[in-house]
């Protein structure tokens, strides 16, 4: 039996980044994982990731599609050049839990992807956000497949939320594990 400390916050979002990534290194650690996938919308926990792991740690920050140039969620070409010249690999793709073409073809029914979205969010968003960018990275090939991997994720901006899993791709959700849960919010 191995007893592992979780982190449960009383609210999402950035305040409990510093808690969340100190949990993530910790783990990470103590069971040499060497890669290390965060959802980084505009950096900031991307680079603050990058400053926390050890060098030989491959930090993949995933930030949102391109299809949330409208609404001003997409990383600027600067925001991207500070994770890159940080260390950090940057990952911009299709998510791989929705906002595809099955969810122009679903109509009012629910396709797959969006239930399996929606089941994780019953967690929490960083929950969701998490496993999604894990099954991005894989689907790009940055991942050891046969290696576990630390993945942070969070609610609107930072991290509260951090999972040790073993790797999958998207055509094999199957197969993905979520080993430990080391943080989340509460709500």
Request: with cysteine; hydrophobic share 45%.
């Amino acid at each position: 039996m191995t007893e592992v400390t979780v982190r449960y916050f009383d609210r999402p979002g950035g305040s409990n980044t510093e808690e969340t990534l100190g949990a993530a290194v910790e783990r990470a650690q103590m069971l040499g994982i060497r890669q290390v996938v965060v959802a980084t919308s505009h950096g900031d926990t991307g680079l603050r990731a990058r400053a926390l792991f050890p060098p030989e740690v491959l930090v993949v920050g995933v930030t949102i599609s391109a299809a949330f140039s409208e609404e001003g969620w997409v990383m600027t070409a600067d925001e991207r050049r500070r994770l890159t010249d940080a260390g950090v690999t940057v990952l911009t793709g299709m998510h791989a839990l929705g906002d595809d073409v099955s969810e122009a073809m679903s109509g009012s029914g629910w396709s797959p992807s969006r239930v399996a979205r929606e089941t994780l969010y019953r967690f929490s968003q960083g929950m969701k956000v998490a496993i999604e960018v894990t099954l991005m990275a894989a689907e790009a090939g940055l991942l050891d497949m046969d290696s576990d991997v630390i993945a942070i994720a969070g609610t609107d901006s930072g991290a509260d939320t951090a999972l040790v899993l073993k790797p999958a791709y998207a055509r094999a959700f199957d197969r993905l594990k979520v080993r430990e849960i080391l943080a989340m919010p509460r709500c």
